[in-house]
């Protein structure tokens, strides 16, 4: 089977090869930086660090993009309540996006483009939006018009005959049944962060922000947009129609979009207040690559229902892998095989690249990788597994891991501050300040090390598991 992959524009499943040679260059909707990120946007983040390290997989050169949105409408409100400027606002959850990105193990985009530093690229592609008619001035702010974009709708499928062309929206985010010209550049307001320009001074609309970005760094044209689902519409509906309406190009010809996650069974949002960020859950005891198994359990086209059960579930099925990678460690098998681990070993490898190369399936990938690890460990207590087939095995891991990313982080050294950190815990145990040793776990889980108390004093490890598993 050939990579696919479900593409929101066509509704369809397509066969995947980059526009340009191996290089997939690939835009990633990044975070807000009002706040932390919670574990639904770190949903959409996993799904996009999967789909790039299978692209690596298979032998591709990735060029990705993610943006730092740090001016809109939520981050000039925050900046405006604690009266600092939009940099002093955004700069701690920049460092805390990028630390939570560092526990679960995803990997870095090779651009990280802040929307303040790109000011001329944003107001270049509005000059050229004007010259070809696309836009609108009213009441010193500069606007699309969707009546003039005859593809509009097309992404998110909506009707046509129901859009509101001529109607104005203001604000970045708004609903589907308010499909309105949008604003490009917003007229400066009293005390909010403001640039000059030719259209007079204000500031970007959101979604101009994408679509300068995106193309200065990766092309007019490009491999791959993802998301989460709530970016279809208005964002990314709103991208092409700028996009396109400027260059005249195909924009992007493959859209990825991830499901929202629900908790019990309703979508996580700030606005609901049920949602979780990686934070809280450290501080609760689980551990970063449990949140990162539990985050890639369901395929990323289906929402994923997170419970009070769903942690405890993800530990012990992770458990599962460790303990059968530290037996491959162990062991030092038969003279020979049994006939069949040969082709246990070939086959699984097999099943679980046709089963990624259908649209990332990963759900169905590690089903593959469990039946392999039952099979595998009968097959050691009947002690009919060579060294060689151990090796052979061990190296499948390794390569499945390229993809999935939860099994590697064990291998790195405890560093000195976190040894030190322990031996502060341990004395603030000692002498009874039980606040004191909490707040020093706490913190170390935030490091992504946890630790395990025993009669003799503590253990610290890695988190790839959680806290009270015992290898």
């Known amino acids: 089977m050939s990579l696919r992959f479900f593409d929101t524009l066509t509704g369809e499943k397509r066969d995947f090869q980059p526009l340009e040679g191996v290089q997939v260059r690939m835009y990633t909707c990044g975070p807000t930086v009002y706040d932390y990120a919670h574990i639904g946007n770190f949903r959409a983040y996993l799904f996009e660090d999967l789909l790039r390290r299978y692209l690596k997989f298979k032998g591709f050169d990735v060029l990705q993009v993610m943006n730092l949105t740090d001016v809109d409408d939520k981050t000039i409100r925050g900046a405006l309540s604690q009266g600092v400027t939009l940099e002093h606002f955004t700069e701690p959850y920049v460092k805390a996006f990028f630390e939570d990105l560092d526990a679960l193990n995803i990997e870095r985009a090779e651009v990280y483009p802040r929307a303040t530093e790109h000011i001329p690229e944003m107001l270049s592609l509005i000059r050229r939006l004007k010259e070809k008619g696309h836009t609108y001035e009213s009441e010193g702010s500069i606007y699309?018009?969707?009546?003039?974009?005859?593809?509009?709708?097309?992404?998110?499928?909506?009707?046509?005959?129901?859009?509101?062309?001529?109607?104005?929206?203001?604000?970045?985010?708004?609903?589907?049944?308010?499909?309105?010209?949008?604003?490009?550049?917003?007229?400066?307001?009293?005390?909010?962060?403001?640039?000059?320009?030719?259209?007079?001074?204000?500031?970007?609309?959101?979604?101009?922000?994408?679509?300068?970005?995106?193309?200065?760094?990766?092309?007019?044209?490009?491999?791959?947009?993802?998301?989460?689902?709530?970016?279809?519409?208005?964002?990314?509906?709103?991208?092409?129609?700028?996009?396109?309406?400027?260059?005249?190009?195909?924009?992007?010809?493959?859209w990825l979009h991830c499901e929202w996650l629900l908790v019990n069974g309703e979508k996580m949002a700030k606005s609901k207040g049920n949602f979780y960020t990686l934070r809280d859950l450290l501080a609760q005891g689980h551990a970063p690559m449990t949140i990162r198994f539990f985050l890639m359990s369901s395929h990323y086209r289906h929402q994923l229902n997170f419970t009070e059960d769903s942690l405890p579930q993800a530990a012990s099925a992770l458990q599962r892998l460790l303990d059968f990678r530290d037996r491959l460690e162990r062991e030092e098998g038969a003279p020979v095989s049994a006939p069949e681990i040969p082709q246990l070993i070939a086959e699984t490898s097999h099943n679980f690249i046709e089963a990624v190369d259908d649209d990332l399936n990963v759900p169905r990938a590690l089903g593959h990788l469990f039946d392999f690890v039952r099979e595998m460990n009968q097959a050691l207590g009947d002690q009919v597994v060579s060294a060689q087939d151990i090796g052979a095995a061990r190296a499948l891991l390794e390569k499945v891991d390229t993809?999935?990313?939860?099994?590697?982080?064990?291998?790195?050294?405890?560093?000195?501050?976190?040894?030190?950190?322990?031996?502060?815990?341990?004395?603030?145990?000692?002498?009874?300040?039980?606040?004191?040793?909490?707040?020093?776990?706490?913190?170390?889980?935030?490091?992504?090390?946890?630790?395990?108390?025993?009669?003799d004093g503590s253990r610290v490890k890695r988190a790839g598991v959680s806290p009270d598993a015992h290898e």
Request: charged fraction near 30%; include cysteine.
């Open 403 to 455: 993809v999935l990313g939860i099994l590697a982080p064990r291998e790195e050294p405890i560093p000195e501050e976190v040894l030190r950190l322990v031996e502060e815990r341990e004395a603030a145990r000692r002498n009874k300040n039980y606040a004191a040793a909490d707040q020093i776990r706490s913190h170390l889980l935030s490091l992504g090390y946890a630790l395990e108390d025993m009669r």
């Open 144 to 254: 699309f018009s969707i009546a003039t974009f005859p593809a509009y709708g097309r992404l998110s499928k909506m009707n046509l005959d129901q859009m509101r062309a001529g109607a104005r929206v203001d604000v970045d985010e708004y609903e589907k049944a308010d499909a309105r010209d949008f604003a490009l550049w917003k007229r400066a307001k009293p005390d909010e962060p403001s640039w000059e320009s030719e259209f007079g001074p204000g500031r970007p609309g959101w979604h101009i922000e994408c679509s300068a970005m995106s193309m200065k760094y990766l092309g007019e044209s490009f491999d791959v947009h993802t998301g989460g689902t709530d970016n279809v519409f208005p964002h990314h509906e709103n991208e092409i129609a700028q996009s396109e309406g400027a260059t005249g190009k195909q924009f992007v010809n493959f």
